[in-house]
């Protein structure tokens, strides 16, 4: 059973870096695509991109330009970067794992990320 | 821009059916989109309900079914209950490597 743990600063200023981390643990990494998907307080759900398990990424044309999403599998490791944040990019990030044509199947806990001067 | 469409908001009677569906602002919804479905309840991360149109998820009851109903992919409850209760959304690959999630649907049962 995959358990999916993430982590990372929680509050942050306009034009800092977003950096989290999201341990797999039950499953390796290269077995399966992994996403991550942001929601603001009170809104929907918002699809950032993805890495498929031969390494290629994905990424959500409005936040192409400014994010980066890697793995360690020495570590079985997911990360994200957002660059440039702004108060728009306060939510709450999940990380989450799929398949070919099965965009997830099991969710993180969800980190919240707030952007405030 | 693809934009997916959802009802904001639907209202089911304890015991009834609703269907969900999810649409796009341009075209129809075939297999070929992948569609998900995921239900949310507040302050819980999402969980997946269905996914490739109509394969449930592991646990998931069977009151739950996921279809194509003319162009949209569409979700049923069927025998609606309180716990059922909870935001809904799905979520359409449209092509280029890139998934677009709806704006969900709440629904409430009473």
């Known amino acids: 059973q995959v358990q999916l743990q993430q982590w990372g600063a929680g509050l942050l200023k306009p034009s800092e870096t977003l950096s989290l981390t999201c341990a797999v643990y039950?499953?390796?990494?290269?077995?399966?695509?992994w996403s991550w998907i942001r929601q603001p307080p009170g809104k929907g759900l918002e699809w950032i991109g993805e890495?498929?398990?031969?390494?290629?990424?994905n990424y959500a044309p409005s936040l192409k330009s400014r994010v980066t999403i890697s793995v360690d599998r020495s570590e079985n490791q997911l990360f994200l970067k957002l660059s440039s944040v702004t108060a728009a990019d306060t939510a709450v990030y999940y990380c989450?794992?799929?398949?070919?044509?099965?965009?997830?199947?099991?969710w993180g806990q969800g980190t919240l990320v707030s952007v405030s001067s | 821009q693809t934009v997916v469409t959802q009802e904001p908001s639907f209202s089911v009677s304890p015991g009834g059916t609703v269907t969900l569906t999810c649409g796009l602002s341009?075209?129809?919804?075939?297999?070929?989109?992948?569609p998900s479905w995921y239900q949310q309840t507040p302050g819980q991360s999402p969980r997946t309900i269905i996914y490739?149109?109509?394969v449930r998820s592991s646990g998931v009851p069977d009151r739950f079914s996921g279809s194509i109903l003319g162009d949209k992919a569409a979700l049923t409850i069927t025998g609606a209950q309180a716990a059922d209760e909870s935001d809904y959304y799905c979520?359409?690959?449209?092509?280029?490597?890139?998934?677009?999630f709806g704006g969900g649907t709440k629904l409430t049962v009473l």
């Open positions: 890495i498929q398990k031969w390494g290629n990424t």
């Open positions: 490739t149109t109509s």
């Open positions: 989450a794992r799929g398949r070919s044509a099965v965009l997830i199947d099991s």
């Open positions: 979520v359409l690959y449209v092509g280029s490597g890139i998934w677009v």
């Open positions: 039950g499953v390796s990494l290269s077995d399966y695509y």
């Open positions: 341009s075209g129809s919804v075939s297999p070929n989109y992948y």
